[in-house]
């Protein structure tokens, strides 16, 4: 019997936006279990809790049994050989993502040979999305429909209201 085929796609997910569900679908067809999974990141103060983007994560991949969300801390790599997954998925949005990833990936690869990362390119609907314009856009009464999964707006918008005090402008 084939070995099945162990995808990883990490990130911090702070929230999770439709750039984000497009790498994750495209990766789920290219392994038989895909784990999509948060990082409690140390160095990256996060606006939504752990539990949060994990629920977020969850409500939209409901139904997608080879798709399963989890969390980790420390290394990558670590996580990596724990679930045995062989590939880290990740996506590229434009020539300004590749040399941080260029960056992970090779370190990742020096502390774990048996690791390859492989890159994906979203749909080209969502090259400009990034997790803190979404917040930023919620923050400030935007709407972010177009941004996020509708399964997740109403929460969004619930959690960032009245999170920034926006100052008066002047008129001269
Ligand atoms: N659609 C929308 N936004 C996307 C995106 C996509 N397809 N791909 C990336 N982004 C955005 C995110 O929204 C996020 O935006 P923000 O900065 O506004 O919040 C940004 O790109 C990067 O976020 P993310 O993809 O979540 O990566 P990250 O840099 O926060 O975390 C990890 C990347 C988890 C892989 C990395 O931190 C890690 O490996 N941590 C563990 C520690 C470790 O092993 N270190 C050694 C390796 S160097």
């Not at 140390?42 to 977020?56: H, N, T, V, W």
């Not at 994560?57 to 997608?64: E, W």
């Not at 049994?65 to 290394?75: A, D």
């Not at 040399?99 to 690791?115: D, G, H, S, V, W």
């Amino acid at each position: 019997m084939r070995k099945k085929i162990i995808g990883l796609y990490p990130g911090s997910f702070d929230p999770v936006t439709n750039g984000h569900l497009d790498i994750s679908f495209r990766a789920s067809k290219l392994c038989d279990i895909l784990y999509v999974a948060v990082v409690t990141n140390p160095k990256k103060q996060s606006f939504f809790s752990l539990e949060d983007r994990i629920e977020f994560l969850k409500r939209n991949f409901q139904g997608k049994s080879h798709i399963r969300v989890s969390s980790f801390n420390g290394l990558l790599v670590n996580y990596a050989k724990k679930i045995k997954a062989s590939i880290i998925f990740r996506g590229l949005r434009a020539v300004s993502d590749f040399e941080y990833e260029f960056q992970m990936a090779l370190i990742n690869r020096t502390l774990f040979q048996k690791i390859e990362t492989v890159f994906l390119v979203p749909s080209e609907k969502y090259v400009f999305l990034s997790s803190s314009a979404v917040k930023e856009v919620a923050q400030l009464g935007g709407n972010i429909k177009n941004f996020v999964p509708p399964k997740i707006v109403q929460y969004i918008k619930k959690k960032t209201k009245n999170t920034v005090s926006v100052t008066k402008p002047l008129h001269f």
